[in-house]
């Protein structure tokens, strides 16, 4: 079913003196769609939070949300919900009364109060935790109240910034199974911004990649995986085989001569490429393929002969790595269906599909 954005950002530039914190960004925000802005350490991503929060103010571009224009609407207006890194729960006050806090004030009957907090508390797995102090709570029980909290009064979106960045690795992945599905639970459109990789896969219906406060790429996880944008893009998404290459023939494929010998892709040549142009070449490590030197592949794609280095097992999946030519190369399979014919030192035949071939202008361009 189509939606039309529920919040609308259009042209939103930003800057403290000389310097640009958000440039000319513009993003759509789907009903009950959740948004991560991910991006390295000062490139904006907070500084958009709290353009659209009302807490900072634009120089140029609007915002809107249900087609209204949020320009001179103060924060509290807006009906916009928040967690933070830094929770700011009210330690005098039980797990009650912190989640309870924002309805009182906006008026709430003590029974209405009840019966909201018990449905939040139940929502985040926390129904027996009612009378509980907030030094009484685990990092991870503490995390929950918080956001019990901002989602109690029903925000019509909600901002989260970094609110898992405090916990150590185990409880921050456990913990990001369970705010996905609370969110996703009660609906929630939310934004949430985060500097890690993995949090905004396991996450976001939508990454919006921000460097230099601009929006560098936005689409959903595996559509940024399979044709990253820019090198930044796939190096921050950890793909590893990137190498160079020069564009020797393009029609219905494009040829491209590599370091790791000649490779061929579907065309269209990407725009703004020409023949003879120096390009990265980007090679989807779950889609190359490695076999004992005289298999015979039953597979379209371009055969090439390398040598492998060593098989590394990663749990449910391993990692295969391989020099091709001039260039170490990696492959991802399951585990289960890892090789256990070759070994290191052993000459290979490595099989690149066409679909496994994505194309950038190399950063010389
Ligand atoms: P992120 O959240 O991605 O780490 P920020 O939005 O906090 O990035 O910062 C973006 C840029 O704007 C940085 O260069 C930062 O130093 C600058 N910046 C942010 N807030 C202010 C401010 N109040 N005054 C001056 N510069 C700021």
């Known amino acids: 079913m189509a939606t039309s954005p529920i919040l609308q950002l259009d042209k939103v530039s930003k800057s403290y003196g000389e310097t640009f914190a958000i440039r000319d960004v513009s993003l759509n925000v789907d009903r009950g769609e959740l948004v991560c802005l991910l991006g390295p350490s000062g490139c904006g991503k907070t500084t958009l939070l709290r353009i659209i929060a009302g807490l900072e103010t634009l120089d140029s571009g609007t915002i809107s949300f249900r087609g209204e224009d949020l320009y001179g609407m103060a924060p509290h207006s807006r009906g916009f919900g928040f967690m933070f890194q830094d ?23 003590s029974d209405q109060v009840r019966m ?8 985040v797995d926390l129904g027996d935790y009612r009378n509980r102090k907030v030094h009484e709570l685990s990092g991870g029980e503490r995390q929950r109240v918080a ?3 901002s989602l109690a009064p029903a925000p019509k979106l909600l901002m989260l910034d970094e609110p898992l960045g405090s916990l150590d690795r185990v409880l921050r992945e456990s913990l990001q199974a369970q705010v996905h599905s609370i969110l996703k639970e009660i609906g929630v459109t939310a934004i949430y911004v985060t500097h890690d990789k993995e949090e905004a896969f396991a996450l976001a219906d939508t990454i919006v990649f ?3 406060g601009q929006v560098v790429q936005s689409g959903p996880p595996e559509a940024l995986f ?14 590893r085989n990137i190498i160079e290459g020069t564009v020797v023939r393009a029609s219905e494929s494009v040829e491209i001569a590599s370091s790791a010998g000649t490779l061929s892709t579907a065309g269209p ?28 592949w039953a597979e379209m794609g371009i055969k090439l002969s390398g040598v492998m280095n060593e098989q590394k097992f990663r ?47 190399s950063a010389e361009a």
């Open 269 to 296: 040549l990407p725009d703004g490429l020409a023949v003879g142009d120096g390009v990265l070449v980007i090679i989807n490590e779950r889609s190359v393929s490695i076999a004992p030197v005289h298999h015979e």
């Open 210 to 212: 921000v460097n230099g």
């Open 116 to 123: 909201r907090v018990d449905e939040m508390l139940e929502l």
């Open 147 to 149: 956001l019990a909290r």
């Open 226 to 239: 399979r044709a990253p944008a820019t090198e930044m893009v796939a190096r921050s998404l950890g793909l």
């Open 87 to 109: 929770l700011a729960l009210f330690p005098h006050m039980d797990v009650f009364g912190n989640v309870g806090f924002s309805l009182r004030m906006q008026g709430m009957s």
């Open 315 to 361: 749990g449910g999946e391993s990692e295969i790595h391989m020099t091709v030519g001039r260039s170490e190369l990696v492959s991802i399979v399951p585990t289960l269906d890892a090789q256990t014919e070759m070994t290191s030192g052993d000459e290979v035949s490595v099989l690149v599909p066409p679909e496994a071939v994505t194309l950038l202008p």
